[in-house]
């Protein structure tokens, strides 16, 4: 389960108990659009089309573990830096993507876990700092992520 939180299998199970309507451990493929919509996901009705017709079933109803299958291949791999790029997005006071090299060295050194200068050095030598002095912070997203 590469696509779901530990978290979000527990809360998958807990709303297919709620459609496991004769205690089989099994839902009728018909209730899986509301269960995805409990779950979160948002997909358009052709989306949602294409996903249940990508279910192959006898009867019309699917096992907890066939649905946990369906519903990982259905839904987005787990963004652990997700978090991270929101609090940068909190700085990215125009939405461009970008934030300035002199606001974020003071929010790397004065703030959270703080940095030392040279640290910051270290991580702005590796990444690109435009002629107006501006990161695209999804570079320094990238860089965490290759470690």
Do not use: W
């Not at 996901?41 to 192959?56: P, R, Y």
């Not at 019309?60 to 978090?83: A, I, K, Q």
């Not at 040279?118 to 991580?123: A, G, K, P, Q, R």
């Amino acid at each position: 389960m590469e696509n779901l939180s530990p978290e979000k299998v527990d809360q998958a199970r807990d709303y297919l108990s709620l459609f496991d309507k004769d205690g089989d451990s099994t839902v009728s493929v018909s209730d899986i659009p509301s269960i995805l919509r409990a779950l979160g996901e948002q997909f358009t009705e052709a989306e949602m089309s294409d996903l249940i017709g990508q279910i192959k079933t006898e009867n019309g109803y699917v096992s907890f573990d066939e649905f946990l299958t369906f519903y990982n291949n259905c839904t987005r791999p787990v963004d652990p830096y997700r978090d991270v790029q929101l609090a940068f997005s909190e700085l990215d006071r125009h939405q461009t993507g970008k934030i300035s090299a002199k606001v974020l060295r003071h929010f790397l050194v004065n703030l959270g876990e703080k940095l030392t200068d040279e640290e910051v050095d270290t991580i702005f030598a590796n990444i690109e700092i435009s002629e107006d002095g501006e990161i695209e912070y999804r570079q320094i997203i990238n860089l965490f992520t290759e470690f």
